[in-house]
């Protein structure tokens, strides 16, 4: 579960079955924004525990369907609304020299939309077994990450649910709220991941919470990645690497250890600290 805490922008009017302009901006810059959404996480209560509605997206395939489910368990669990995100192709054209033919592709997407929808529907309702007026589904229309974004500024979730893939890596470092990429596993304890910076701390805050939930361990790990520089010389063959004494790895443990829990006080939480190396 990925935590971050700016808040979503107001959603921007969309044409039926195109993408606007600031959608257009946002794609165009994803590719060069290198996570800086991600270092925008205010320094705020990092509070803890998801919150609904569950926006789930999916594309009618076999890693979707997981999600769907894992939506939908997780919905349930936290009596939140379930909405059912799928993304169409972008169909329409811009015709300059045949504006005749804009109704006709209208027409024709919006038969692509009603065949789209029951598609889904139909998907849901075989997955988790849901009523249709126990669900909203949510069509959008474009590149699939740049879809799934705009539909979680318009639905404002506590988290977004999708299975893996290049998609999941996109909305994971634009979206403006949790984000689970969900996977068939065992159940087990809630592991969380800290480098001890305060955009870490919702991320520690949320795992303690769903622990708490679920009624299972919570661990909480940071590793320290000492890598020595090369100490080429000229009369050596190979670069000689420097490494950390007993008592210097033993150290650089207990410090780890000691911040670990530092940080569970802070959050006021109870937990199994780990500190790894690598």
């Given amino acids: 579960v990925v935590i971050k805490g700016h808040a ?22 994803m590719a060069d924004e290198g996570g800086a959404s991600a ?25 979707a369907d997981e999600a769907v489910r894992q939506a939908d368990a997780l919905a349930r669990a936290l009596d939140a ?28 997407f919006r038969q692509l939309e009603i065949s789209a929808a029951g598609l889904v529907n139909r998907r849901v309702r075989e997955v988790t077994g849901r009523a249709p ?13 740049a879809g799934i974004l705009r539909q979680a500024e318009a639905t404002r979730p506590g988290v977004v649910v999708l299975g893996p893939g290049r998609v999941a890596e996109r909305v994971v470092r634009h979206a403006s ?5 969900a996977r068939p596993s065992a159940p087990g304890s809630v592991l969380a991941a800290t480098d001890f910076s305060d955009p870490a701390l919702p991320a520690v805050a949320t795992g303690a919470a769903e622990a708490a939930r679920r009624g299972v361990d919570f661990v909480v790990i940071h590793s320290v990645d000492i890598t020595p520089a090369a100490a080429a010389t000229s009369l050596a063959a190979y670069p000689v690497l420097p490494t950390l004494t007993a008592e210097e790895s033993a150290a650089v443990r207990a410090a780890t250890l000691a911040s670990l829990r530092e940080c569970l006080d802070r959050l006021k939480v109870s937990g199994t ?3 790894a190396e690598g």
Avoid at 13 to 20: E, F, H
């Fill in 273 to 275: 600290p780990i500190a």
């Fill in 39 to 63: 270092a925008k996480a205010e320094r705020q209560d990092p509070g803890g525990g998801l919150t609904g509605p569950v926006l789930v997206a999916t594309d009618l395939g076999a890693a």
């Fill in 8 to 29: 979503p922008s107001p959603r921007p009017p969309r044409p039926v079955g195109g993408l606007t302009p600031q959608d257009r901006e946002r794609e165009a810059s």
């Fill in 81 to 108: 609304p379930l909405v059912v995100c799928h993304v169409l192709p972008e169909l329409l054209q811009v015709r300059m020299l045949f504006p005749q033919l804009l109704q006709r592709d209208a027409d024709t």
């Fill in 177 to 181: 709220c949790a984000v689970l990429i």
């Fill in 133 to 145: 007026d126990e669900y909203r589904v949510a069509l959008e229309s474009g590149s699939p990450h």
